[in-house]
């Protein structure tokens, strides 16, 4: 028998999960913000086709990462953001009209550079340039220095900061435990991805932190959906039914579209150009959490794990997986990354781990 407390429910297992998003995606706020989400979707597969990014700058800081928004993706205005230890610092954007060469700009918020910069000259407030100017280059590199050490809101364990280090990962990682998975990119620029379902799980606009595909392999390409806590967050379930309601609202969006044949096809060619896929199969989903690697966590996880694990068949998620990661609390930063032993997202489920216990 369970030791479990008769008082305290048991934790929903995916069935119920799947089905409390379909009946909320077939409610008229559901479909509403459904469709909303396959025009974005739509807009964005015609944008993306166009040149808005031609190179990358190079960074000035390894702690700095470029990014892009669903919005200036959608725009092709080429805007970069630039986040430092979680905080956002600016944006860069692509001049042609300044002899002799093209450029970026720099263009750093202004309350942060007051913030860092006491008693700033207004000058200070102007775009500098990222590249051709040996002046501005001192003067950035100063900037993201003071972010670094001075403001309050620049922490290495910023759960953005350890997402933008875990899509590095992603995109670097040949031989280790994150082979074979790339993020989902925007003109080379990494992005977080919205969703029909809010965090609260009702209808609204979720961001799912970072989009991964599986490249390949025997079981075909595939995306996993990744949910990703900063250090000391201990909430293996709260942080798994995130992903998964995610995951499953996306593969709705995404593979649901019952206008017709034609318009079901259209919708599908849409998301797999914004995830950068080819084909016209039905996009697989997966759900993977992400947290610190301790005791506490590892534990808590092999038992809540194996409560929402099970027969797959049928089901709007194809896998369930748990990524670990080693935070160094001393130098404040990631250590390593490795999969829960018998979670890990890149191979489908074994008979011996989560094929038990589902309803």
């Not at 875990?166 to 977080?192: C, I, M, Q, Y």
């Not at 080819?278 to 997966?286: D, E, H, T, Y």
């Not at 992400?290 to 068949?313: D, P």
């Amino acid at each position: 028998m369970s030791s479990r407390p008769t008082n305290i429910p048991l934790p929903m297992n995916l069935q119920e999960i799947q089905d409390s998003i379909q009946k909320l995606l077939s409610t008229e706020a559901g479909l509403a913000k459904v469709a909303g989400r396959r025009k974005i979707i739509a807009k964005l597969a015609v944008s993306l086709n166009k040149a808005t990014v031609e190179t990358k700058p190079r960074l000035r800081s390894r702690k700095a990462w470029f990014s892009t928004t669903q919005g200036d993706a959608e725009n092709a205005k080429g805007k970069i953001r630039v986040q430092l230890l979680g905080l956002d610092i600016g944006y860069l954007s692509f001049d042609t009209t300044t002899p002799p060469k093209p450029r970026y700009l720099f263009h750093p918020k202004p309350p942060i550079v007051r913030e860092v910069f006491r008693d700033c000259p207004v000058a200070d407030l102007r775009p500098w340039c990222w590249s051709h100017s040996k002046k501005d280059a001192a003067r950035i590199n100063q900037f993201l220095e003071r972010c670094e050490s001075k403001h309050p809101r620049a922490k290495a364990d910023n759960e953005k900061e350890i997402q933008w280090q875990l899509a590095d990962a992603l995109l670097s990682d040949t031989v280790g435990p994150l082979k074979h998975l790339r993020p989902l990119t925007w003109n080379k620029l990494f992005t977080e991805i919205g969703v029909s379902v809010a965090e609260t799980g009702e209808p609204g606009t979720g961001n799912i932190d970072l989009l991964v595909r599986r490249l390949g392999g025997a079981q075909g390409a595939g995306f996993l959906v990744f949910e990703l806590k900063k250090p000391g967050e201990k909430g293996v379930e709260a942080a798994l039914q995130q992903a998964l309601r995610y995951a499953m609202a996306l593969h709705i969006e995404a593979n649901d579209c019952k206008e017709s044949k034609e318009r079901d096809l259209e919708n599908r060619g849409n998301y797999r150009t914004v995830f950068g896929s080819r084909g016209n199969a039905k996009l697989k989903m997966g759900a993977v959490v992400v947290l610190e690697n301790t005791e506490t966590v590892k534990s808590k996880a092999l038992e809540i794990l194996a409560q929402y694990g099970g027969q797959l068949k049928g089901s709007r998620v194809d896998r369930i997986g748990m990524l670990l990661y080693g935070f160094d609390k001393k130098e404040r930063k990631v250590t390593s990354w490795e999969w829960l032993p018998g979670w890990d997202a890149r191979e489908l489920p074994s008979s011996s781990s989560q094929t038990a216990g589902w309803r």
